[in-house]
């Protein structure tokens, strides 16, 4: 019998898994795929190994919060950081004119006055907010967490696009303030001003990649995991949370063996999550409020590999917006895909002088895919293949005029779609990252680590915040049900 069972290696089940098995708690990960890490996953292809769904982190400097986390998990034993320009962290293409994002609370309003001269106090003011709103949010006062007043407050009932009109009557300059809205899977009138806060503060504060791969940290956090005495079983799918009549007691694998535990931490969806529940220990109206949930977009993914020592490393994100109005990319037409793009270059040690691979993603709808879903990995057949192939040279033309010849450097690529996505971390139809932060329904859509059952818990994206400042702090939410929390 385990203390704690996690179903699913994704970040916030690894973090979960190494602080209660140092803990002393006996552990066990139980992950469907053979590889670890969910989002944190890599592949190989042409002989380069490519990120899926980490890129980019912020707060990691010395002495930021992230930064300290990461020093409790052991983890900068195993992984190298690369800083990303500080006066160009991201840059932004927006209907043909650049801007960027600078580290730095004063350089960020410094750089961004350079586009926007007559507009430096409102910029100023932006800045200041973000921080004060991610410093007063919970997720970096961890007591908070249970207050209600923080998700029914300003932050969380405002969407991003009333919060940044809210400093300035200059349009253009609210666009680019909104412009890294595919960093959340932001909706116009709906994502609330806390996650878009969280986010940018974050990246403000120092934003980096990691070099060789965002596996690196999974495989950090399995290594203590073991030796900290905790199992992590892959191959092993959850289909079933056991019950008696108060509480969970075991999980059935797909393999049918029955696991007995303590305690269960879902890393999974809520509503995966709850449709592998058979018990009247969760009520209907649960059910149908998380299922009610809407979900973040999926995205479309080109993975580029590039002829050798040709394409000068690029260390800035470059975010491109066909149109000044950033939002005018949803809805869109299929037939007119993409409307923006975020293009990157994946190092592989610190700042190399070039680049050997990158990644092209943009924000896609299931539907687009829908009727390939019953369709399995490698088996949907040659019109998918078509499919897949049309979007990825029509994104790849939109790079090119951004980056002239860049298709001469290309050696091979292979791509990615929202099928790709549900079929390999198991999000509701690809989702990005997960359930949408809603400012009309605040509290709801702010899905609680404790469940209606008193020894099933939630951690990952899906709860309070997602990316990998989020997640962490997830874990540690969810791990404080079971020891004091560790920072
Ligand atoms: C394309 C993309 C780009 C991103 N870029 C960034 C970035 O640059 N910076 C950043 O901070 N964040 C980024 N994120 C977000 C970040 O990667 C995620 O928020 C985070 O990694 C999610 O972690 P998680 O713990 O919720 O688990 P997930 O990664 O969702 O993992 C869940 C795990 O559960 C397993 N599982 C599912 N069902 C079962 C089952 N029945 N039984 C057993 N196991 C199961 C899955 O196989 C998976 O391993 C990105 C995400 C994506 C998709």
Redesign the pocket.
Known sequence: MYDVII?????????CGYILSKAGLKVAI????S???????TFKRFGVKF????????SLNEGAFLNRLFTYFNLFKDIELSALNSNAYDTYCIGGKSYQFAVGYEEFAVQLAESFPGNYAEIKRYVQKIKEIAENSPIYNLSRINDADFFTSYPAMTSVNDFVASFTNNVMLQNVLAANWP?YGGQKNQSQAYIHAI?NN?YMQGAYRIAGG?DTIAHSLANSICDFGGEILTR????EILCDSEKATA?R??DGRILEAKNIIS???PV?TLQ?LHTNLIRKAYRERIAGLSNTI??F?VYIKFKENRVPYLNSNFYYHENENVWNAEPYDIQHYPKNYLY?HQCYKAVPEYAQSA?L?GNMHYRNVAKWKDSSTGKRGADYQAFKQEIAYRMLAGLEEKFPNIHNNIEAFETSSPLT?RD????CEG????ILHNKNFPLQSTVAHKTKIPNLFF????IYA??????TI??LITCNEFVPLPL
């Open positions: 179903i699913g290696s994704g970040l916030g089940g690894l973090e139980v992950e469907k795929n590889q670890i890490g969910g989002c944190l996953q990120d899926t769904g980490v890129h980019y982190i912020g960093l986010i974050s965002g092993s799918e959850v289909v999980v694998l797909a890393n999974i969806h995966a592998k999926s995205n993914t990157m990644v993603i996505y390999y971390t198991a999000t989702s990005t990252y997960g951690t990952g994206q899906n997602h990316g990998i400042l989020g997640v997830g874990a």
